[in-house]
Structures are given as C-alpha cells and as structure tokens.
C-alpha cells in the first residue's frame, strides 16, 4: 500500500530515471555474447620445444602502455594499434626486448581469423610458452579476413585462444577496406568493447608491475615516446 501512495502522491519528488541497460557487444561465432575468452594460461609453461613459425626480437628503449605485435603481414595490427591510441604501439612482427631492470613489456598479439594467421599465432604462443621471450602477454586479438567466418576456423580459433592468457575477436568491418585510417565512427559494439577490455589488461598489467617494482624497491624509468633502436637480437 505504501509504495501505491508514493506512485500516486504528486507531494513526493519524482522516482530517479533508470539508466538505460548496456548494449551487449554482437553475438560472435567464436566467444559468443561473452567480450573476452581465457581458456589459456596466465603464463608460461616452460615448452622446451616450440613448434610453428617464431619471431625475431628487438631492442627498445622506450614503455608505452602496450606493444601491439602483428605475427604476420596484415594481421590487422596497425588498425588495433591506431584505435587504441597513442600509448599503443606497432612493433612490426617483432617481440620487444627492454634494457635490464624494466618490467616486462607488454605485448597484445594481432592475426587474422584465415589459416595461415591462425598458423602463425600458434607459433608465436608457442613461443611464448617456451618462458624465454621475457614479454608479458596479454593475449591475442583475432581480426575476421572476411564478412563470414567458417565454423571450422571458429573451431581453430578456440584451439589457438587455449595457447594465449586472453582471446579477443573483433568481426569484419567493411569500411576498413576503402579508408586509409580506420573509421571510428564505425565500429562495431563488439569492436568497441573489445578493445575497451583490452586497453582495462594492459593498464591493470601495468599498475601490478609498478606495484612490484615498489616492493623490489627499484623503479623503472619510463617513456611515453615510442623510439625503437634499430637493433634486432635473436
């Protein structure tokens, strides 16, 4: 009975508005309402012997807030590097390596959703697994190389996401093929999402290694200029 009074009662103020519900991001074949997937270890397991293709190293002196690293030629990592913005950087299919005493760099990993790119990504996790690139994974972003993904490459996908500590899956997004920058105004809610959770695990990644480094009682010196030595190691 009271709360009929209140409705009704044009003495009491006006109940607050209800916040609209959040937009869920679009089904996808892969994760399916869910923005992220972790089926895979947090870190390294210590492989000995690494099968698949790998990646050269190089030497950097400099931390932005992550290192997008395409595993092949048109993985898509210039696009998710440009629409993460200016603390993200394209590290041209190459794991960085930082001087003595920095935190490890943290690395998002970019393929495409084909055979070949799925190929790749398993190689570079497996070269992750091995504990000896020195990097911090955040996981892998897959990028759709075409308007439908077949089921039986949804299902390798799945296989690869197992290898990496996080999986996103950002779908076909036509308006990239005709621009030379990628349009944000067109981007997908799933996009949007994914790459919102991926910029929350890089600066949660970053606050746990500043937090250690306190406790270590060292502190890395730290740049948000992106200047690359031109020096590889293997």
């Known amino acids: 009975m009271t709360e009929e009074r209140n409705a009704v009662n044009p003495l009491l ?46 030497r950097v ?26 603390d993200a950087v394209e590290l041209y299919r190459h794991l960085p390596i930082v001087p003595h ?11 495409r959703t084909h055979a070949a790119g799925l190929h790749y990504a398993a190689g570079v996790a497996a070269q992750w697994a091995t504990g000896r690139t020195g990097i911090e994974l955040l996981g892998l972003a897959v990028l759709d190389d075409g308007p439908r993904l077949p089921k039986e490459l949804a299902t390798e996908v799945t296989r690869v996401a197992g ?3 996080a999986l996103w899956h950002l779908p076909w997004c036509e308006e990239w093929r005709s621009s030379v920058e990628a349009p944000t105004d067109k981007l997908s809610r799933r996009t949007r999402k994914s790459l919102a959770a991926i910029w929350h695990t890089a600066e949660d990644a970053r606050t746990t290694a500043a937090s250690n480094h306190t406790n270590q009682g060292t502190t890395p010196e730290r740049s948000s200029g992106a200047r690359i030595t031109p020096q590889t190691v293997s």
């Open 163 to 165: 290898m990496v500590p």
């Open 61 to 86: 002196d400099t931390e932005p807030l992550v290192w997008v690293v395409g595993v092949h030629g048109g993985s898509g990592a210039s696009t998710v590097a440009a629409l993460l913005g200016e």
């Open 13 to 58: 103020p006006p109940p607050p508005p209800q916040a609209p519900p959040a937009e869920a991001p679009e089904s996808s074949p892969i994760l399916g309402d869910a923005v992220s997937a972790h089926y895979g270890p947090p870190t390294p397991l210590y492989v000995s012997n690494p099968q698949g293709p790998q990646l050269p190293t190089w």
């Open 101 to 111: 005493g920095w935190a490890p760099p943290r690395v998002l990993l970019t393929a």
